[in-house]
């Protein structure tokens, strides 16, 4: 997940708290010691409570499968930084689950809705959509990239995955892995689709902060 380092109230440097609450990590920011929510973003003990962070779009995705979407992007070096390996894996993802049986999902957020993706279900589906926030989304796994994807599309917009290229009913075809159209259409350059930001997370940690949000494959 990503988010922009920067409130209302001022610059947020981001750190790791230690703590825990509701299955969820728990942040910290340098400037006044505020803590926060990892999986909604807000503010929630200190002088920043009630204040947000700005979800920027991100993809979640292996290393190999980040190159070919932006071969020329910038590596971010974690030399100095004390890590551990990430616990996801490429098993993980390919059954939409940690070992220890807890389902992922693609959790969405817009104008005081939330919407939760299933892996399990996407990986079944192939290719979804929905609404959230009066805006429709169209979400894809690709099986091959083993990487979820989630873009804003026009309402009445239909898609369809064919031979590697997602195919608009009306016309045009675009790039499933970035979004980008393949040539042009009759009057003008087609349009690249927009990214729609997701958290992926626990479906338990998503559920228990949001009960009354919508999980697809449940309604």
Known sequence: MVYAGKTKSGVAHIGVSGRLKDRNLVMWDEETNSLWSQLSGEGIYGKRKGESLKLSPSVFVGFATWKKMAPKGQVLALTDVRAKIWHYTRQDLARGALRRGHALALGLRSQGETLAIPLAFLQKKRIVTSEIGGKRILALW????MAPLVYGIPKGAHFHLDKGRLVQAKGGAFDPLTGKPFG????????????????????????????????????
């Open 142 to 145: 690709l099986k091959d990239e």
């Open 184 to 219: 042009k259409t009759a009057s003008r350059p087609a349009s690249p689709l927009r990214r729609f930001p997701y958290l992926p997370v626990l479906l338990k940690a998503w559920k228990t902060w949001y009960p009354q949000g919508r999980v697809l494959g449940t309604e």
